[in-house]
């Protein structure tokens, strides 16, 4: 006949509890960086805005557009760089790279 098992130690059975809890707060904390990257890429990116006083040539479609402090570049879907004035909208230079 066998003796009846020792009882665990209770430092043991405290360790014990911490691993599980660790473990289960690392299982939420990846499932949470999981959702909220999906949550994030999983989104429509956000229209282009160009500022209100600053008007496209007829027939051209913004790419991209770049702000800085004195002037805004808009890249159209031709190629072209065209850079305005960020105070009055007026159209400083247009430029095509080749």
């Not at 665990?8 to 959702?35: C, N, Y």
């Amino acid at each position: 006949m066998r003796p009846p098992p020792e009882p665990t130690p209770p430092e043991l059975r405290f360790l014990k509890l911490l691993v599980t809890s660790l473990a289960g707060v690392m299982i939420v904390g990846l499932v949470t960086i999981v959702a909220l990257l999906v949550i994030r890429f999983g989104a429509a990116p956000a229209p282009l805005a160009l500022p209100d006083n600053i008007t496209l040539p007829d027939g051209a479609r913004m790419q991209a557009v770049t702000l800085a402090p004195d002037w805004v570049a808009v890249v159209t879907d031709e190629g072209e760089i065209l850079l305005y004035d960020r105070r009055s909208g007026r159209l400083r230079n247009r430029l095509r790279p080749d």
